[in-house]
């Protein structure tokens, strides 16, 4: 599973750096894992089905009656990385001063809004809805309207996705326990879908931005960890009612995948964990997934910046982002996941 992870990330990061490739001569670059694994919204999308499948795990097993231990284990594990990130890329990119430039006008409610966003990661995955317009914040979607300047005030940018998970750990708790709670989470992530397409609201905010539309991955996810767990699987009737339902239902709504793609990527989580959860050299390329996330594109911004070749872009920030991936892993998550390990034994 962790190199799954990794190859994840790496989606994103071809995705935001236009591909990895191996510069050669004449300005091309050497396609490498042909250019893209997936898409990186694709491959965010994949990330809430894995989240989903260990988020029912660990509040089904380690945390079944530790809610308020379970939430601070969530966040001694997103944040300490992410705030590291946040000091790098405010040294070392211009992100921090142009978002300080386009506060100094504004209130002090605007601006502690806009800065508790980026420090505590929570509501980041607003500013791809909102709008900064006479120091006012007002709702003005990114891809539906080309002038719309909230991403601009996200010191890291595809954080947005890591409130969207923070959001999802706050609900864990009282959907996870119950498959039917579950099947219930899912099915109103089919709801909001069918709700976009009739309303003509299909577009990029609606399908990836806004929070109801990772419920569908996150629950699915969920569910194969659930069914996981039924040594004896007896499809009864009522049983094969509700999967077939859940099934057809993803046929009709416009989702980032196809519904095969959905439905294999969910029916292999399972087995692959079983398979790969006692390989620690797997283990701990999976734990480079979420460092890598968070760093590359600091860097990417920084690198632009610097104004290096696009040809060479995409294995430059990977190997950078690498680099620090590991520094940070090393320095700050591992010592702090031993900690946290042993605090919430107790």
């Known amino acids: 599973m962790g190199t799954l992870r990794f190859l994840l990330a790496l989606s994103v990061i071809a995705s935001h750096a ?22 990186g919204r694709q491959a965010v999308a994949l990330f ?7 988020m029912a795990l660990v509040v089904n097993t380690k945390y079944k009656n530790e809610t ?32 300080i430039n386009a506060l100094k006008d504004c209130g002090f409610a605007t601006k ?5 966003c980026n420090v505590f990661i929570l509501g980041t995955d607003s500013f791809w809805l909102l709008s900064l317009d006479n120091c006012h914040l007002i709702y003005h979607p990114w891809f539906i309207n080309p002038d719309s300047n909230g991403a601009s005030l996200l010191m890291n940018q595809p954080a947005f996705s890591i409130s969207m998970e923070m959001i999802f750990y706050l609900m864990a708790p009282f959907i996870l ?7 219930i989470y899912f ?14 609201n299909v577009n990029m905010i609606y399908q990836y931005h806004l929070l109801p539309a990772s419920f ?41 995948f196809s519904m095969i793609i959905i439905l294999g990527f969910t029916i292999l989580i399972p087995r692959l964990f079983e398979l790969t959860k006692n390989n620690k050299a797997d283990r701990f390329i999976g734990e480079l997934s979420y460092p890598l996330y968070l760093v590359h594109f600091p860097v990417l911004i920084f690198l632009w910046g610097h104004g290096v070749a696009a040809n060479k872009i995409g294995i430059v ?25 042993k605090m919430l034994l107790h």
Not at 79 to 84: D, K, L, M, T
Not at 112 to 116: D, F, G, N, P, S
């Open 68 to 99: 308020l231990k379970f939430y601070l284990n969530r966040f001694l594990r997103l944040w300490p990385a992410y705030i590291v990130v946040f000091i790098l890329a405010f040294i070392f990119t211009p992100t921090g001063t142009n978002i």
């Open 187 to 200: 099915f109103l992530g089919v709801i909001y879908f069918f709700i976009i397409e009739l309303t003509n």
């Open 216 to 256: 569908i991955y996150f629950a699915l996810g969920a569910l194969a960890w659930h069914y996981s767990q039924i040594k004896t699987f007896e499809l009864t009737n009522k049983k094969l009612i509700l999967i077939f339902a859940g099934c057809f239902s993803l046929m009709f709504v416009y989702t980032l």
């Open 18 to 39: 236009a591909g990895l490739g191996i510069p050669m001569p004449k300005g091309h670059a050497f396609p490498l894992w042909g250019m893209y694994l997936i898409d």
């Open 112 to 116: 502690a809004y806009v800065w508790l």
């Open 48 to 54: 809430f089905i894995i989240s989903g499948f260990y």
């Open 317 to 341: 920030c990977f190997g950078i982002t690498l680099v620090i991936s590991v520094l940070i892993h090393l320095a700050i998550e591992r010592p702090i996941d031993k900690w946290r390990q």
């Open 177 to 183: 326990r119950s498959v039917k709670r579950t099947w």
